[in-house]
């Protein structure tokens, strides 16, 4: 495999549309304005790394199967300049009045100390500063650092503002030390310490920001090997769009971890063991239900398959049935059932699922987890391969539409009923867009709020905005100004991922 290293670029319009470069030219130069005014000093360099709309594939990055998403242009700057003189490091916001400054200094000991119950900007900052520093491994005390941010992805919107965040602190200091890492390494060091904050993410979101290519959605695969695959969308005649809108309910994942994002890590992973320990697979220690269906097949006398869709298509479906005569419980497990249930006394089994990250639940649901995520894989499959196939078809246009747009329906519907990550907002608007023309329409992210995502055809895109503006947003945010609604509802192009602008 050819190195991939973050490119460095002194031209706007490598990373951005060129009609959008104007807009980010002003941008650039007022983060620059501001770095001198608030520094004294010209920054170096600028890391920037941009939020995602995940197209379908929800809650299954952890579960080790593959999802599908795409970088926006949304991103986060982080303008740096360095010292050899200390270690301090001082970080701003453009929006200091929200986000206040700080500073912190490095510590042998532990890096810098990061307090997960304390819910502050900074700690995204840190918790990037601290998987780099700890990666990098420096002789010597590594730089000191004026770090200068302006994030425009919107935060707790579904859009992975922390991860744009965590990344583009990651590169920052990894730049700053004057060190190079391939991009994989880079989302690794993020995905890892994302987790310090206290949230047991998977990894789509950081692979998304900096792995993305414009132009192209990324079927990023975990699991047996991590790789991405930049997927074209299928050139119809209009051409597709995504619009992404904001339900404007804040759905803060740290928050709301353990009886949400958290939990459901766990009960994926529980789930997962139970099965393995039902196909007398323990042996092997399978953490993942991706790890338990690679297993279980090796073992397997399986037909010929004449495509991977076709391979995946069988297994999953297998592993449903597998699911259906397993999982038994269907109210649910308690903490003491689900001990039973994989072999473990209750202390080895607090210790193994529920020490690590905060998580609270009277009854753990194992089977709805696993219909979601075993469903919700092959929606995932079955897209790609609706847009690897229909690359120069126009005339059935409509056609790809309505079946792309199916699988995003059903994706709701089981983030809904399954997996209960939707809201009532979320819900809400999904139907309302689909009323409005969307071929499809889901929830994008971690859920419990934030964005939804809509296909629609691109000569349809301004209607479906008025219509959505009036029916969702204008009825429930009556006195929202023109302005906050550029930012609630837009047409959003697969834009490019990390990027490191000099001068
Ligand atoms: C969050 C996490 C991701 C992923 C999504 C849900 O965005 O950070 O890893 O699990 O939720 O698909």
Not at 104 to 113: A, G, L, N, P, S
Not at 363 to 372: D, E, G, I, N
Not at 404 to 409: C, E, I, R, S, T
Request: hydrophobic letters at 35%.
């Amino acid at each position: 495999m050819p190195q991939d290293f973050v490119p460095v670029t002194q031209s706007l319009s490598d990373i951005y549309a060129e009609a959008k470069c104007d807009a980010q030219k002003k941008r650039y130069q007022n983060l620059v304005e501001s770095f001198k005014s608030i520094y004294g000093v010209e920054p170096e360099f600028i890391a920037r790394s941009p939020g995602r709309v995940n197209i379908i594939g929800e809650h299954i990055d952890y579960a080790g199967f593959p999802v599908f998403p795409m970088a926006v242009d949304r991103d986060c700057l982080i303008a740096v300049s360095t010292t050899s003189s200390d270690t301090k490091v001082h970080v701003a916001n453009v929006d200091g009045k929200k986000y206040p400054a700080r500073e912190f200094d490095y510590d042998t000991e532990c890096i810098v100390h990061i307090d997960a119950s304390i819910h502050e900007w900074t700690n995204y900052f840190k918790s990037g500063y601290k998987g780099m520093l700890e990666k990098l491994q420096l002789k010597e005390s590594p730089a000191g650092m004026n770090c200068l941010m302006d994030g425009s992805v919107p935060s707790g919107g579904g859009m992975s503002s922390s991860a744009a965040f965590v990344c583009t602190a990651a590169m920052a200091t990894m730049k700053a030390n004057k060190r190079n890492l391939e991009k994989s390494e880079i989302v690794q060091i993020a995905i890892e310490s994302e987790r310090y904050v206290g949230v047991n993410s998977g990894g789509m979101d950081q692979t998304a920001s900096v792995m993305s290519r414009a132009d192209s959605a990324t079927f990023i695969e975990f699991e047996p090997e991590f790789r991405t695959i930049p997927v074209e969308f299928p050139s119809t005649e209009p051409a597709i769009s995504f619009v992404v809108s904001n339900t404007l309910v804040t759905a803060d994942k740290v928050v709301s971890a353990p009886v949400c994002y958290n939990l459901r890590v766990v009960e994926t992973s529980v789930g997962a063991m139970l099965l393995a320990k039902e196909l007398g697979l323990l042996d092997s220690n399978p953490k993942t239900y991706k790890e338990v269906m690679d297993i279980y097949f090796t073992k397997q006398d399986e037909p010929k398959f004449t495509s991977e869709t076709e391979q995946w298509s069988y297994r999953l479906e297998k592993m449903l049935q597998l699911v259906e005569k397993y999982i038994v419980k269907r109210e649910g497990y308690t903490e003491s059932e689900m001990s039973h249930a994989v072999g473990l006394s209750d202390s080895e089994f607090k210790s193994k699922f529920m020490s690590k990250f905060p998580v609270r639940a009277e009854l753990f649901q194992l089977y709805t987890r696993a219909v979601h995520v075993f469903t919700e894989s092959l929606r995932v499959v079955r897209f790609r391969d609706i847009c690897e196939s229909r690359k120069s078809s126009v005339s059935d246009s409509k056609d790809t539409f309505t079946r792309l747009g199916q699988l995003m329906n059903e994706s709701q519907e089981s983030c809904r009923d399954n997996f209960n990550c939707s809201c009532p907002e979320l819900d809400e608007l999904t139907a309302i867009s689909r009323k409005a023309g969307a071929y499809g329409s889901r929830l994008t992210g971690a859920g419990w709020g934030g964005c939804t995502v809509s296909l629609v055809s691109e000569d349809q895109v301004e209607t479906f905005i008025k219509t959505v503006r009036k029916e969702y947003f204008q009825k429930r945010f009556p006195n929202i100004t023109e302005d906050e609604m550029s930012d609630v509802i837009f047409a959003s192009r697969p834009s490019s991922g990390a990027y490191f602008y000099t001068f």
